[in-house]
Each structure stands twice: as C-alpha cells, then as structure tokens.
C-alpha cells in the first residue's frame, strides 16, 4: 500500500481505473455524510453556488465557485448546500500502482486550487460527458491524467520557490531529451546556475544528483518501450540515449536491479493468457 501526497503522483507509475463522473445540481440544505471512509478519490469542480465542508479532522471551509476539490478514498466528512443550491461536476476514481496496489492520497479533503480561466472545468465537463455518452474509456483515462498534471503544476507553480522554479524548468528539458545524454553545463544553463549550485541545489531539493534523476527517466521511458514489446534492445538503447545496448543494459540492471532480458520476461507473463 502507497500513501503519498497529490504531488508525488508526478514520480510515479500509476494507473487511474474504475473512472466515473457526472455534472450534478443540489438544492439548498441538501447534504452529504460520510461517517466511515469513502472508498474511492473524488475530484469536485463548483460551477456555481456554496458548499459548506466539515472534516472529521475539525478543519471547516466553504466551497466558492470554480474552486477545486479534492476527497481521497480514506476522508470522512460532511458536506452542506448553501442558499441557492449549486451546480458541480464530480470524477470518481481509484488509483493503482505498478503492482496493482491502491495508492492512498495524503491530506484530507483539501481544497487544490482555483480555475480562473476555466480551463479546468473544460476539462472536468469534457470528461463527464465523455462517461455519461458511454464512449471510450481511454479517452476518460487520457483527460483525467491532464487534469491531475495541471492541477499539480498549478499547486507546484504557486508554492514553488525561484530555485524550485528553475530546477523545474531544468527537470523539463530532461523530459523534453529523454533521447540523449544531457550535459551540466546545459542543464544549469537552462537554470540559469552555474554548475556548482545548480548541483548542490538540485541535490537538495530532488534529493539525488541530476545526472542520475535525468538516467532513472530514461530507464523509466525505457521500460515503457520494454512493456510493449515491438522493440529490440538496440533500438530502445537508441530512443533513451544510451552509447550502445550494452551500455543500456548495464545501466538498467544498476538501477532496476534485473537485467533487462528478466523484466521483458516478466512483463511478457503479465499480458500472455495461461492456456493451459
């Protein structure tokens, strides 16, 4: 079981599944109890009118219009319609990791930003009516993980501090050369560091030196590559930036701790049906 805060999502491999969503009205007064945990995420987008929260925590706080919300699979709450009643757009979902296992969010109900320009509830609307038409579900995976990444940059942008800021912009242009072999002296450019701090600030705040974060997205990008199985090895070693295959398959066994025969192998079993 993995309990993280919403951010981490950002540096994990995870699957959204079991995805529903509506665009409901309230009246005044209706209201909503949770006395035991809920038993999946919700995403709540206000169009218009108030809502009142009570958190089994003691927090209290009133939902505005184009506020955003956030309640995770374990929060207990209350929640009350104000005068006028409202008009909102809820996405339910449950997170899995790698492994199949739920992933837990941190935190509560909690209140993640403000749409000022509406481009989040464009994107709550296009899903809603996406799963009220019954049309593909990968349509509904795709606009959910764009909405979690926005509303996650969103938070980032307005929290981060002026290095935070730069060793984003930094972490971007890795993710924007996942095919090639980065220097210092271009990432701290782009930081607009010199290489020394950009270094020792990267290491502090990410936690591991920028070289080995930018390879980790690589063998990352590389095991995608490896999941579905229309690749050799050469031309992965090739779309991740290493030297030759030899140096990929090196560098995938420091990191993953298997070769990279054994992980195709095994992602192989996962997706091949018994027929016995």
Known sequence: MLRIDLEQLQYIDFNACHIMASTLKYDSGDSTYYPEPRGDHMLYYLCEGQRRYICSDGREFMMNPHDVLLMPSDSRYETIVMEGGCRGVFIRFLLRDSDGLNVFLKGGVQRLT????????????????????????????????????????????????????????????????????????????????????????????????????????????????????QYTVERIAAETGFVDAAHFCRCFKQLQGETVRHARQAQHALITPDLD
Do not use: W
């Open 114 to 229: 403000y749409d000022a320009d509406g481009t989040l509830e464009s994107l709550f609307c296009e899903v809603s009516d996406n799963f009220l038409s019954g049309r593909s579900c990968l349509f509904s995976k795709q606009k959910l993980y764009r909405l979690l990444d926005m509303i996650i940059n969103k938070r980032n942008t307005a929290k981060q501090s002026p290095d935070e800021r730069a060793l984003a912009h930094a972490i971007e242009y890795m993710q924007a050369h996942l095919s090639e072999t980065l220097s210092l002296e271009s990432l701290a450019r782009v930081s607009s560091m010199s290489q020394r701090t950009f270094c020792r600030r990267f290491k502090e705040h990410i936690g591991c030196p920028p070289m080995l974060y930018h390879r980790t997205l690589r063998i990352q990008k590389a095991m995608r590559l490896l999941q579905t199985n």
